[in-house]
T-cell receptor
Framework: RKEVEQDPGPFNVPEGATVAFNCTYS??????FFWYRQDCRKEPKLLMS???SGNEDGRFTAQLNRASQYISLLIRDSKLSDSATYLC????????????FGQGTELSVKP | DAGVIQSPRHEVTEMGQEVTLRCKPI?????LFWYRQTMMRGLELLIY????????DSGMPEDRFSAKMPNASFSTLKIQPSEPRDSAVYFC????????????FGQGTRLTVV
């Protein structure tokens, strides 16, 4: 089983739609979780951290389910500019700041 | 405030040649990562340094790959000899080890081995 797994997509949605991405991780001891965004031919950039209680940043909501070992990202009222690949990131316990990335989920928002 | 700086941005080389990729992490960060990204395999962690010491190099594909971090502000990833299958985008990232510390990426080096 991969350490971090995501549905690769692509997800093709119209502007204004709500879209959700899920990610599962294998190490139950992981403590830090993030969502990154990567635009075509660019470097990954931090979108948001994921906290146990769930957190929201504008149109983006991230949630963590420790019991089921999955993380989700919800994007409401999607914009054309949201088109990108979204990467789920999990730390490896007891190895300092080591981070493992999922394969990414591609999102395409159409007019 | 400068981010992670990588050089070169693009590299085209012939099979069998030595390739050296360079990275300057964000000042004050104590963890440095080298990742490789391809369409087929996504973003793979090659090696990870903490306080200039290699902690985990299990992702390094084979002996042709080596990485060094002689000081807190510089790291290299070397491929010798290079092969066409090494063609990929190589990213360097840095972070400050601690609770919930995410990593910041450089713009990457796009390597093409012909």
């Amino acid at each position: 089983r991969k350490e971090v797994e995501q549905d690769p997509g692509p997800f093709n949605v119209p502007e204004g739609a709500t879209v959700a991405f899920n990610c599962t991780y294998s190490n139950s001891a992981s403590q830090s979780f993030f969502w990154y965004r990567q635009d075509c031919r660019k470097e990954p950039k931090l979108l948001m951290s994921v906290y146990s209680s769930g957190n929201e940043d504008g149109r983006f909501t991230a949630q963590l389910n420790r019991a089921s070992q999955y993380i989700s990202l919800l994007i409401r009222d999607s914009k054309l500019s949201d088109s990108a690949t979204y990467l789920c990131v999990v730390n490896v316990p007891n190895q300092g700041g080591k981070l493992i990335f999922g394969q990414g989920t591609e999102l395409s928002v159409k007019p | 405030d400068a981010g992670v700086i990588q050089s070169p941005r693009h590299e085209v080389t012939e099979m069998g040649q030595e390739v050296t990729l360079r990275c300057k992490p964000i000042s004050g960060h104590n963890s440095l990562f080298w990742y490789r990204q391809t369409m087929m395999r996504g973003l793979e962690l090659l090696i990870y340094f903490n306080n200039n010491v290699p902690i985990d190099d299990s992702g390094m594909p084979e002996d042709r790959f080596s990485a060094k971090m002689p000081n807190a502000s510089f790291s290299t990833l070397k491929i010798q000899p290079s092969e066409p299958r090494d063609s990929a985008v190589y990213f360097c990232a840095s972070s400050f080890t601690g609770t919930r510390q995410s990593a910041f990426f450089g713009q990457g080096t796009r390597l093409t081995v012909v």
